[in-house]
């Protein structure tokens, strides 16, 4: 069906930047997501993307405005421009893919079949 893999994780300092790759291949799933899982919290959704002819985009509160998601549909990767890192961002990010129809802020993470094996981001302060 689809293969994820992320890159780009990695240890920084609070105020840093980061920029996190997941290289897709195989389906090409019109929605994408990046999530992250903190040791002993829930996996939570935090940036998705409709790549469709009108891209939309959207974001959980707690990154809104810091990092953005962007889709190369020509080199089939998606990116989380991760800007003014904090503490907070500790986690272990995922990409995932599925029908638009499970992808969203709003939908149970459970319900999306198509992950990467994720990329640790560690955030000092």
């Known amino acids: 069906n689809v293969q994820l893999v992320e890159s780009g994780g990695g240890s920084v300092q609070e105020g840093e930047s980061l920029r996190l790759s997941c290289q897709s291949s195989?389906?090409?799933?019109?929605?994408m997501g990046w999530f992250r899982q903190a040791p002993g919290k829930e996996r939570e959704g935090i940036a998705f993307?409709?790549?469709?002819?009108?891209?939309?985009?959207d974001y959980a509160d707690s990154v809104k405005g810091r990092f953005t998601i962007l889709k190369d549909n020509h080199r089939n990767i998606l990116t989380l421009q991760m800007n003014r890192l904090k503490p907070e961002d500790t986690a272990t990010y995922y990409c995932?893919?599925?029908?638009?129809?499970?992808?969203?802020?709003?939908?149970?993470?459970?319900?999306?079949?198509?992950w990467g094996r994720g990329t640790q981001v560690i955030v000092a302060a």
């Open positions: 995932a893919a599925d029908l638009c129809s499970r992808m969203g802020l709003t939908r149970p993470t459970r319900e999306v079949n198509f």
């Open positions: 195989g389906y090409r799933y019109r929605c």
């Open positions: 993307i409709d790549a469709g002819r009108d891209v939309s985009t």
